[in-house]
């Protein structure tokens, strides 16, 4: 039998106390990055298997973080995980991801798992089919650290990371507007989501501001998918006076617009422009390319983390105040909607805001 190596034994190897030991392998700020190093060097040497059931029951964590994404299909879910995990490896965290298929039903058995994994924070973006929140509410009750991305509920208390979706769809509709087009159409999104309905007022601002009279007839209720794309493409082209560009609400229902549209001969972008949001990977090899509103995927989910370690870590959880961040949209414009060819100038840089 091997001998199973302890923190006693690289204590001795160092010439040094366990405690120290133990406080350079815990990333304590007390021990200098010189011991940290060498401490770290030394227990990889030895191979040396940290207790992670006998760490988390001496300080009260699990270093395990739960993830709730409505779809693993959507690229841009994948994406903000990616960010989230890149921060969970640099902190020492591990994350266990859970897919809602935007259920309530089992949005809420997922809460159930990372409540028996005993996780120490939870990350969600809300399933578009939720519309009773008690489950985020127990979630409150139970005093486990929750932060919301893209998909939020402000009325909730928890801390938010989202992009500025009001002023992307403004920038998208005037883009269109810039472009020549003039009866511009919205395929929205469910309205008790709150970035979907950002979008539409987005959308309406835009026009408003360029003195374009907001024709409702030209508002199709959608429902985030390829089939919601084709069904408002059908609808669009059965109006006497059609629009001549359409601002989707993400980029699957943009898709479904698309193919509907070319399937009936329709001229993109010359005949209809058309935008998106999200910038999914599918986008660029359309034909034609797609423009979108890309939403700094990977940055939002870096935030998430953040935010959630503050709440984690934060001593008195009753007195802890959450935080939103708001990252600014970019807008990427492509063929699907330059009827001018040319693209019009952006500064395009990262950045966030935060609303306390």
């Known amino acids: 039998m091997s001998l199973k190596i302890t923190i006693s034994h690289i204590a001795k190897a160092l010439n040094t106390t366990p405690a120290t030991v133990s406080r350079a392998l815990n990333n304590h700020p007390g021990i200098s990055e010189k011991t940290k190093k060498l401490v770290q060097e030394t227990a990889e040497k030895m191979n040396y298997h940290r207790n992670k059931i006998a760490s988390s029951l001496r300080s009260g964590k699990t270093h395990v973080i ?13 994406s903000v995980v990616h960010g989230i995990e890149s921060m969970a490896n640099l902190n020492g965290y591990n994350v ?5 298929n935007e259920s309530r039903d089992s949005e809420e058995k997922g809460l159930q798992t990372f409540f028996g994994a005993r996780v120490d924070g939870i990350i ?15 979630v409150k009750r139970r005093g486990v650290p929750l932060v919301f991305f893209d998909r939020a509920n402000d009325d909730l208390g928890f801390s938010s990371v989202v992009v ?65 794309g084709k069904d408002a493409a059908n ?29 009936n001969q329709v001229k993109i ?5 058309i935008i998106g949001f999200a910038n999914e990977l599918f986008g660029e ?14 940055m939002m989910g870096k935030e998430a983390f953040r935010l959630l370690m503050e709440s984690i870590n934060h001593k008195d959880r009753k007195e802890f105040k959450p935080s939103k961040v708001v990252l600014e949209p ?18 395009i840089r990262n950045s966030a805001r935060v609303v306390r």
Not at 128 to 137: L, R, V
Not at 330 to 347: A, C, G, L
């Open 66 to 78: 739960g993830v709730i994404i409505p779809s693993a299909e959507i690229n841009f879910f994948g």
């Open 330 to 347: 970019v807008p990427i414009y492509r063929e699907s909607s330059m009827k001018k060819m040319e693209i019009p100038k952006k500064k």
């Open 269 to 273: 972008p010359e005949e209809m422009g």
């Open 124 to 138: 969600v973006s809300i399933a578009k089919n939720t519309h009773d929140y008690s489950h985020f509410i127990n």
């Open 285 to 298: 090899h359309l034909s034609p390319p797609l423009s979108t509103v890309d939403q700094q995927t990977v």
């Open 96 to 100: 266990l991801l859970y897919q809602s």
């Open 235 to 263: 609808y669009f082209l059965s109006l006497k006076n059609k629009p001549d560009a359409v601002f989707a609400v993400e980029d699957f229902t943009a898709l479904g617009l698309i193919k509907e549209l070319k399937d």
């Open 164 to 228: 500025d979706d009001y002023q992307g769809a403004f920038t998208a509709t005037e883009h269109l507007i810039q472009q020549g087009y003039r009866r511009i159409a919205h395929v929205s999104g469910p309205q008790h989501i709150k970035i979907f309905n950002d979008r539409l007022k987005g959308y309406m601002g835009a026009l408003q501001a360029n003195k374009i009279k907001v024709d409702f007839d030209l508002i199709y209720d959608g429902n985030v998918s390829i089939e919601s």
